[in-house]
């Protein structure tokens, strides 16, 4: 029987390798950013998302985050995550599949939350910056 440990190895492994640590230049059009943080802990996540304007899809995601184990990870594992949607798809993303994925306990959900927080936010300022160049922000409104 193995001891129960408190993070799960999935958790474990985004936070000591996460994928995708960076930033992207927030000047160009087709970058979104979303910075959010958590009222609960006073942590701190920035997403930036590249959109290919022709088609709506995500081509690259940066993360930073300033917070616990699970709140990198949750990050890391959304950046793999959202990279080839369309806005439309990454913009159904929930914390609960983040931390269904991830295995994070009840007491964790909030670092998720970061995660789909900080996605919805940076496709939010995506779509401000580019008002008219999505054809999904038809079907949207
Ligand atoms: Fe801030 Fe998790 S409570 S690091
Ligand atoms: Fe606050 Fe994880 S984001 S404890």
């Known amino acids: 029987v193995v001891a129960k440990r408190s993070y799960h190895e999935k958790v474990l492994d985004h936070y000591s390798r996460p994928r995708n640590v960076g930033t992207l230049d927030k000047k160009d ?18 997403l930036h998302i590249k959109v290919d304007p022709e ?26 995550l959202v990279r080839g ?29 970061l995660a789909e927080d900080a996605i919805k936010a940076a496709i939010k300022d995506y779509r401000t910056k580019n008002p008219h160049a999505m054809p999904t922000n038809l079907a949207g409104t």
């Open 85 to 113: 949607m369309t806005l439309e798809q990454a913009s159904k993303v929930k914390n609960t599949e983040i931390a269904k994925e991830l295995c994070l306990p009840p007491v964790k959900l909030h670092c998720s939350m």
């Open 29 to 46: 059009k087709s970058v979104g950013e979303g910075l959010v943080g958590a009222p609960a802990c006073g942590d701190v996540m920035r």
């Open 55 to 80: 088609t709506g899809v995500i081509s690259d995601v940066k993360f930073k985050t300033f917070g616990c184990g699970s709140a990198i990870a949750s990050s890391s594992y959304v950046t793999e």
